[in-house]
């Protein structure tokens, strides 16, 4: 069975950093183009990084303070967030393409995502 589970997510304060993972189960990341997107409270989701044939790209919202990276061999994705804001507060959710995305690709230009998990940064 095809799937994406995400981890990592929790309550963050202001400034502090965290570490998405998102693992693979039922096939192989290798040559997929991979994306994180979020979902605040009452909006619609957001792409905010993806790595498409080897290029990683990013947001305006979340440039220089978010690193994607991804583990072929552990079948990983991982996203890490530093200088967390409290506008950064949603749900976090990887996808998985085999065709080449953008960072503004919607998230039905993907093949699969995840349930997502839930970042919260407050004081």
């Known amino acids: 069975q095809l799937q994406l589970v995400e981890s990592g997510g929790g309550l963050v304060q202001p400034g502090g950093s965290l570490r998405l993972s998102c693992a693979a189960s039922?096939?192989?990341?290798?040559?997929?183009?991979i994306g994180w997107f979020r979902q605040a409270p009452g909006k619609d989701y957001e792409g905010i990084s993806c790595m498409s044939s080897g290029i990683s790209k990013y947001a305006d919202a979340v440039k220089g303070r978010f690193t994607i990276s991804r583990d072929n061999a552990k079948n990983t994705v991982y996203l890490q967030m530093n200088n967390l804001k409290p506008e950064d507060t949603a749900i976090y959710h990887c996808?998985?393409?085999?065709?080449?995305?953008?960072?503004?690709?919607?998230?039905?230009?993907?093949?699969?995502w995840g349930q997502g998990t839930q970042v919260t940064v407050s004081s």
């Open positions: 039922g096939f192989t990341l290798g040559g997929y183009a």
């Open positions: 996808a998985v393409s085999r065709r080449d995305v953008d960072v503004d690709s919607p998230l039905y230009d993907y093949d699969y």
